[in-house]
């Protein structure tokens, strides 16, 4: 803010403060005035003066308005009082520039679908347009079951892999790198990767990361959801999606684009029914935060699925339509622990309401709540879902009240014995016995130990299936995925947000309608070999079951059984597959993925490790032995490896980009003496450094032309490098250095082969006296003076420091004025733009605007210049007369 800023506020401030005084004085007379009107008032009442009565109401009402006007005046002295408080705080706490960040060009995301098997793409490109080395992040959400395959980084023509290793192994490769100077990254999380590099100015740089997924069948549909988050606005974004599936596609929709998480994001988009469908979004200058949906389901009318085999591997897929429902008996086990209270209780009974009236006639149900004590709704038995038994279920689930600790092991088996009552032996029902458990918490009180609540689980539930769900972040999931393995059942997370009952009801949709149980799908074991797990307690509505594996090299036609039970008797089905001996290299036309796909031949192949890994990864976390845990994780490791997947037992080592340029630092590399002020170079010195053939790095002599003393301001142009420093000045006499620092700008169109440099730091050192010397930093972030003390002075706003005789003052017009001695004065010029254009970069400017007090021998030093690697680029260096 300018002086006369300030002048106006105060004057406004004292204004205020006056009509303030002026208004309590008033205000003081006229509760003197009130007082003695009333004293008036009976005095004329009883005397029958009216005429005077009169003219004293006459008098009120104008001191009513009085009182009005000044009240304005207080409320308008106060908010200006304010305002001029904020504002004068402004000055001396004001907010420095908005951060400048990487500018994304480009974001692009494309998937495969080929039978339910997903490669996506994601490719995204930065340009650091800045005078100063940025950090690009690439961030990517990825789904729970997605394996990372493929992940690279393009810079300056490099293209630089990560590298899939064991666990340990990359750890060991991530420390090499950092004891060598080298920067690198480490990739753990599966499904939060984020990769950060540091991108040189004028760098452009591009990220592209690959994975792969099993799309599952859920509601009737299969999902595919990918991530659009550049983080900024995007002049190019594009989505391809590509779904190919044999049996054909029965619909499919294209959501509207999903911002959060909440289900009620979801919109129905418009159906297409094409075998082959594809879809592309390209939109100029958008900024997204979201995802893009996609839903479809396909044609199965055979009862024994789909089955696929290609080059030594199949893949089967297993899901009927049209089966009558097999009733249930289910135990809902509700967490009414104290950590329930609030939105989780209000939101578990909002979804519990609706849960039970979707409950059909020929259901059994039970609720229990838990929390240091178990309290079962019906003791002893499970009810059958009459209506009159859900309004009642209903009324007790509204008056339940959220307190005390967290017993889980009472729970399971209180909701076991209502499963398995001891007194009645083995129950012959055809109803399909499911336990879905909710809790948002850790075993507090009674039986804490995982394991023995694991065992107990597993001995009491029986044939039950379990179906755990974890409750915010603070549930112990690792215990609930663990019952679930046990039991027959899954584990899933539900969202502490707006929408989380309609999570829980979603779940439940999901084993709210059973169709078949005990599914076994058979292969004969002299065909086949490395099956993944082909045995099911139960098939829901809406779901698939999947099953890989091996074909040996001889067989023709795959045998393929499949058995279940459904609501009234045991059913078999059988068929010969015929085996497809294609090659791996031999794409199909439908299969349209470019990066890391072979053909439909490598779907299947990778599928079947993918699910192999899967299955692996599982059984390891089901086994406390030790020597189990071991050969398991070296068989996951071992696939990982081969396929290049990034698992649990896997890492990804970045070696990032800068890392061989590290040794390259401005603290390291040579100063280049380019011009003194008495110019001794050639008039053109661009034709002059093209009659020297570059040699090997080193320093290389100019032909030289002597000129007088020019009238007229001097300017030329000197080829440099990104990163180079060039010696502008030297005077060995007076000991005073000027180095530049070169970054790199973007190429003039028509001109790419040529780069273009600016300084972006300058560094003047100049000795005060026989053991003493000062060092003055310039840079677009500040002025660094260093000597006797180091201070720094911002360049956006007005200061001076003066230390051992040298004067370095910042004014306001973008200006640094270095007087080093009497006849030693140097200006740096703050170059910015508030709109710049593609080739417009801010940077520094580097003036002498009085050389008398330097040495002659100054004015005959020679020029030198030290080629880095090539001549090329432009720096603008002006030398005003002396």
């Known amino acids: 803010m300018s002086f006369w800023s300030h002048f106006v506020y105060f004057c406004h401030f004292c204004v205020c403060l006056l009509s303030f005084c002026v208004f309590w004085g008033h205000f003081v007379y006229f509760l003197l005035f009130c007082v003695s009107f009333n004293l008036l008032c009976t005095f004329v009442i009883l005397l029958g003066l009216w005429s005077r009565f009169v003219?004293?109401?006459?008098?009120?009402?104008?001191?009513?308005?009085?009182?009005?006007?000044?009240?304005?005046?207080?409320?308008?002295?106060?908010?200006?009082l304010v305002h001029f408080l904020w504002r004068l705080h402004g000055l001396h706490a004001a907010p420095g520039?908005?951060?400048?960040?990487?500018?994304?060009?480009?974001?692009?995301?494309?998937?495969?679908?080929?039978?339910?098997?997903?490669?996506?793409?994601?490719?995204?490109?930065?340009?650091?347009?800045?005078?100063?080395?940025?950090?690009?992040?690439?961030?990517?959400?990825?789904?729970?079951?997605a394996f990372i395959s493929n992940f690279t980084i393009t810079s300056n023509g490099k293209v630089y892999v990560a590298q899939v290793t064991e666990r340990a192994a990359a750890r060991k490769i991530y420390d090499a790198a950092k004891k060598q100077g080298k920067t690198a990254g480490l990739v753990r999380e599966v499904e939060k990767f984020r990769v950060a590099v540091s991108v040189p100015s004028?760098?452009?740089?591009?990220?592209?990361?690959?994975?792969?997924?099993?799309?599952?069948?859920r509601l009737g549909r299969?999902?595919?959801?990918?991530?659009?988050?550049?983080?900024?606005?995007?002049?190019?974004?594009?989505?391809?999606?590509?779904?190919?599936?044999?049996?054909?596609?029965?619909?499919?929709?294209?959501?509207?684009?999903?911002?959060?998480?909440?289900?009620?994001?979801?919109?129905?988009?418009?159906?297409?029914?094409?075998?082959?469908?594809?879809?592309?979004?390209?939109?100029?200058?958008?900024?997204?935060?979201?995802?893009?949906?996609?839903?479809?389901?396909?044609?199965?009318?055979?009862?024994?699925?789909?089955?696929?085999?290609?080059?030594?591997?199949?893949?089967?897929?297993?899901?009927?339509?049209?089966?009558?429902?097999?009733?249930?008996?289910?135990?809902?086990?509700?967490?009414?622990?104290?950590?329930?209270?609030?939105?989780?209780?209000?939101?578990?009974?909002?979804?519990?309401?609706?849960?039970?009236?979707?409950?059909?006639?020929?259901?059994?149900f039970n609720i229990i709540t838990f929390s240091d004590k178990v309290h079962t709704w019906k003791k002893g038995r499970t009810v059958r879902a009459t209506r009159q038994n859900v309004r009642d279920a209903k009324e007790f689930v509204k008056r339940i009240i959220a307190e005390g600790w967290t017993n889980i092991n009472a729970a399971l088996l209180s909701a076991a014995q209502l499963l398995n009552p001891p007194s009645s032996g083995r129950q012959t029902s055809h109803r399909v016995p499911l336990v879905i458990f909710l809790t948002d918490g850790e075993a507090t009180i009674g039986v804490t130990s995982g394991d023995t609540i694991l065992s107990n689980a597993k001995k009491s539930l029986g044939l039950a299936s379990l179906f755990g769900l974890a409750f915010g972040d603070d549930a112990d999931f690792l215990l609930l995925k663990r019952l679930a393995l046990d039991n027959r059942g899954v584990a899933r997370i539900v969202y502490e947000d707006s929408d989380a009952a309609l999570q829980l009801k979603g779940f439940y949709d999901e084993v709210a309608s059973p169709l078949l149980t005990d599914i076994q799908l058979s292969y004969l074991e002299n065909q086949a070999f490395d099956v993944t797990r082909s045995m099911f307690p139960n098939y829901f509505k809406g779901s698939e079951l999947v099953v890989t594996g091996r074909v040996k090299p001889e067989v023709k036609d795959l045998w393929v059984s499949v058995s279940a039970s459904d609501s009234k008797q045991r059913v078999k089905f059988e068929n010969d597959v015929l085996v497809s001996h294609a090659k791996a290299n031999n794409k199909s036309a439908l299969f349209d993925c470019e990066d890391g796909s072979d053909g439909i031949s490598s779907f299947v192949h990778r599928l079947w490790a993918y699910f192999t890994i899967k299955e692996l990864l599982l059984a390891k976390l089901n086994t406390t032995d030790p020597v189990s845990q071991r050969l398991l994780t070296e068989k996951a490791t071992n696939l990982s490896l081969k396929y290049n997947f990034v698992t649990q037992v896997t890492s990804l080592v970045v070696v990032k980009p800068d890392a061989d340029e590290a040794a390259q630092t401005p603290t390291t590399a040579k100063p280049t003496t380019v011009a003194t002020t008495t110019v001794t170079i050639s008039t053109n010195l661009l034709?002059?450094?093209?009659?020297?053939?570059?040699?090997?790095?080193?320093?290389?002599?100019?032909?030289?032309?002597?000129?007088?003393?020019?009238?007229?301001?001097?300017?030329?142009?000197?080829?440099?490098?990104?990163?180079?420093?060039?010696?502008?000045?030297?005077?060995?006499?007076?000991?005073?250095?000027?180095?530049?620092?070169?970054?790199?700008?973007?190429?003039?169109?028509?001109?790419?082969?040529?780069?273009?440099?600016?300084?972006?730091?300058?560094?003047?050192s100049a000795a005060t006296g026989p053991s003493s010397d000062i060092m003055i930093t310039l840079s677009l972030e500040g002025v660094v003076v260093e000597g006797e003390g180091r201070e720094t002075l911002p360049i956006n706003q007005q200061g001076s420091v003066t230390r051992q005789g040298v004067n370095v003052r910042v004014d306001n017009h973008h200006s640094c004025w270095i007087q080093l001695d009497r006849g030693v004065r140097f200006l740096v010029l703050f170059h910015q733009y508030k709109h710049p254009s593609y080739l417009q970069m801010a940077h520094l400017g580097f003036y002498i605007t009085d050389g008398q007090g330097l040495s002659t021998q100054f004015n005959d030093y020679s020029i030198e210049i030290l080629y880095m690697f090539s001549l090329i680029g432009s720096i603008l260096f002006e030398i005003w007369p002396i």
């Open 222 to 364: 299969y999902e595919l959801s990918l991530g659009l988050r550049p983080g900024q606005l995007v002049p190019n974004l594009t989505v391809d999606v590509s779904i190919t599936e044999r049996t054909g596609i029965s619909f499919i929709k294209v959501l509207p684009l999903k911002t959060s998480r909440l289900l009620s994001n979801n919109a129905q988009g418009k159906s297409k029914t094409d075998q082959v469908n594809r879809m592309s979004l390209s939109r100029s200058s958008i900024c997204l935060n979201a995802d893009f949906n996609v839903q479809y389901d396909v044609d199965l009318k055979d009862p024994m699925g789909d089955v696929q085999v290609y080059n030594g591997y199949f893949v089967h897929y297993f899901a009927p339509r049209g089966l009558p429902v097999v009733p249930k008996d289910v135990i809902f086990v509700i967490d009414v622990s104290g950590s329930m209270i609030g939105p989780k209780i209000k939101q578990t009974k909002q979804a519990m309401g609706t849960i039970l009236g979707d409950l059909r006639e020929g259901d059994h």
């Open 55 to 80: 003219y004293f109401c006459c008098h009120f009402c104008v001191f009513f308005l009085l009182l009005c006007v000044f009240l304005c005046h207080f409320v308008c002295f106060w908010s200006r």
């Open 687 to 764: 034709n002059a450094l093209k009659t020297v053939s570059p040699p090997a790095p080193g320093k290389v002599s100019i032909p030289i032309l002597n000129l007088p003393k020019l009238q007229h301001n001097l300017c030329f142009t000197v080829d440099g490098r990104a990163n180079d420093v060039l010696r502008l000045l030297e005077d060995p006499v007076r000991d005073i250095i000027v180095d530049g620092h070169l970054l790199g700008a973007p190429s003039k169109h028509g001109m790419e082969e040529r780069s273009r440099t600016y300084f972006d730091r300058l560094t003047i």
């Open 202 to 217: 004028g760098t452009r740089m591009s990220f592209l990361l690959s994975y792969e997924e099993l799309l599952p069948r």
């Open 97 to 145: 520039p908005p951060v400048a960040h990487l500018k994304v060009t480009d974001y692009h995301v494309k998937c495969c679908v080929v039978s339910r098997y997903a490669i996506t793409t994601i490719q995204s490109s930065v340009w650091n347009q800045l005078p100063v080395v940025k950090e690009a992040a690439f961030e990517v959400d990825l789904p729970s079951n």
